[in-house]
């Protein structure tokens, strides 16, 4: 396979899930970026078979290319849910190419949805962390927030509504107090003036 030189329009570097690939270049929709390449895997073979690895590419039943070669840099292309490229697989040909399906801009990380089966097997049970999904995780937080907040509100108006009718009932408790105490000095007044008549 041909060395990677600086006139190709991606670069390996830092992502969110470990390494990508980013564009150094605009690309544009429809334009083909890199081959997904490796050994041919037999799956009539059971030494084949019997390769696992995350860099396992099915072409269709039989044949799988083992894109683990260090030389293949499109298997740093990371998963995404809304991706901007796509694999074009030719089975007949035992060919993958990776092609922007978006335009892509310099900067951009070029990737592509890597299937259900994969998605099921790798990224489900670690949660996926492509930005489509960075995006439901925060707006769900943000949503969570925002109704522990109003629950948080609810109950302290609820509370201050209860201190206010508890403050209400201690006022009147006083006045009835205090009235029914005049009420006593009266009548004791009373019982007292007209026991002295």
Same mark, same amino acid.
């Given at each position: 396979?041909?060395? =990677?030189?600086? *006139? ?5 570097? %830092? /992502? ?26 037999? /799956?009539?073979?059971?030494?084949? *078979? ?14 799988? =290319?083992?894109? #683990? ?17 796509? #694999? *074009? ?36 049970? =670690? ?14 937080? !943000?949503?969570? %927030?925002?109704?522990?907040?109003? $629950? ?8 201050? %509504?209860?201190?206010?009718? $508890? ?27 007209? !026991? #002295?008549?």
């Amino acid at each position: 396979m041909p060395a =990677i030189s600086s *006139d190709k329009p991606y670069r390996v570097g %830092r /992502s969110r899930t470990g390494l990508g690939l980013f564009a150094t270049k605009p690309i544009k929709k429809g334009t083909k970026i890199i081959r997904y390449f490796g050994p041919l895997l037999d /799956s009539k073979k059971k030494k084949d *078979d019997a390769i696992e690895n995350k860099y396992l590419f099915e072409l269709n039943k039989r044949w799988t =290319i083992d894109g #683990s070669v260090r030389e293949n840099v499109a298997r740093y292309i990371n998963h995404a849910c809304k991706p901007n490229a796509e #694999s *074009d697989v030719k089975p007949r040909k035992r060919k993958v190419v990776i092609r922007a399906i978006k335009n892509i801009e310099p900067g951009d990380e070029i990737n592509y949805d890597y299937g259900t089966d994969y998605f099921k097997a790798y990224l489900k049970p =670690i949660g996926c962390k492509c930005n489509a999904c960075e995006k439901k995780r925060r707006k769900k937080r !943000a949503e969570a %927030r925002a109704e522990r907040l109003r $629950l948080k509100a609810r109950e302290e108006r609820k509370a201050q %509504r209860k201190a206010e009718k $508890l403050a209400k009932a201690r006022k009147k408790m006083k006045k009835t107090k205090k009235r029914r105490k005049l009420n006593g000095a009266r009548v004791a007044h009373k019982v007292n003036g007209h !026991a #002295s008549i």
